[in-house]
T-cell receptor, first 108, second 117 residues
Framework: KNEVEQSPQNLTAQEGEFITINCSYS?????LHWLQQHPGGGIVSLFM???GKKKHGRLIATINIQEKHSSLHITASHPRDSAVYIC??????????FGTGTRLQVFP | NAGVMQNPRHLVRRRGQEARLRCSPM?????VYWYRQLPEEGLKFMVY????????ESGMPKERFSAEFPKEGPSILRIQQVVRGDSAAYFC???????????????FGPGTRLTVL
């Protein structure tokens, strides 16, 4: 069993839909990253959070430390949101342990 | 403030050659991390360095791979005698350091795509 699990693995949506991607982890962490990767592209850090909730534009990330669970929400989704979203648990030693990613496709 | 820089962006090597991948952290960042993404697989931690020190190399293959982060200049990931299985995207990230772990956000470079023929 992976230390960081994401669901779903693949997700398709119509433009405008509300999207949720889930992440569960089994290791002790100091923080959790949400990352975005476009095909063949680099990696962009969307959020790093250790408690509560953060919001940036149409993106919202929440974390529940007791339940070892985090969610990434996208409101009013758009085709340009199509990418792979990766959850990464920040180990106490500072290295990141990655989920396998969620491939999101948003159709017009 | 330039972001994390990596070069080259693409590198082609023949089996048995050496590959050198460079990473310049963001200005003011003293911590560097290397990650590898094999084709159709997720990202995996390789090594974590601070200036002139290797902090955690638990993800580095035991042979042929080495990393350094000298006092001056970029961090280097070196792969000797490359094999086809080394073909992957190698990402570098940097963080400021000097703060509790929960505040040390990592910022990623664009990656180096290594192809071994």
């Amino acid at each position: 069993k992976n230390e960081v699990e994401q669901s779903p693995q693949n997700l398709t949506a119509q433009e405008g839909e509300f999207i949720t991607i889930n992440c569960s982890y089994s290791v002790g962490i100091s923080a959790l990253h949400w990352l975005q990767q476009h095909p063949g592209g680099g990696i962009v850090s969307l959020f790093m959070l250790s408690s509560g909730k953060k919001k940036h534009g149409r993106l919202i990330a929440t974390i529940n430390i007791q339940e070892k669970h985090s969610s990434l929400h996208i409101t009013a989704s758009h085709p340009r949101d199509s990418a792979v979203y990766i959850c990464a648990a920040k180990h106490n030693t500072d290295k990141l342990i990655f989920g396998t990613g969620t491939r999101l496709q948003v159709f017009p | 403030n330039a972001g994390v820089m990596q070069n080259p962006r693409h590198l082609v090597r023949r089996r048995g050659q050496e590959a050198r991948l460079r990473c310049s952290p963001m200005k003011g960042h003293s911590h560097v991390y290397w990650y590898r993404q094999l084709p159709e697989e997720g990202l995996k931690f390789m090594v974590y360095l601070q200036k002139e020190n290797i902090i955690d190399e638990s993800g580095m293959p035991k042979e042929r791979f080495s990393a350094e982060f000298p006092k001056e200049g970029p961090s280097i990931l070196r792969i000797q005698q490359v094999v086809r299985g080394d073909s992957a995207a190698y990402f570098c990230a940097s963080s400021p350091g000097g703060k509790p772990n929960s505040y040390n956000e990592q910022f990623f470079g664009p990656g180096t795509r290594l192809t071994v023929l």
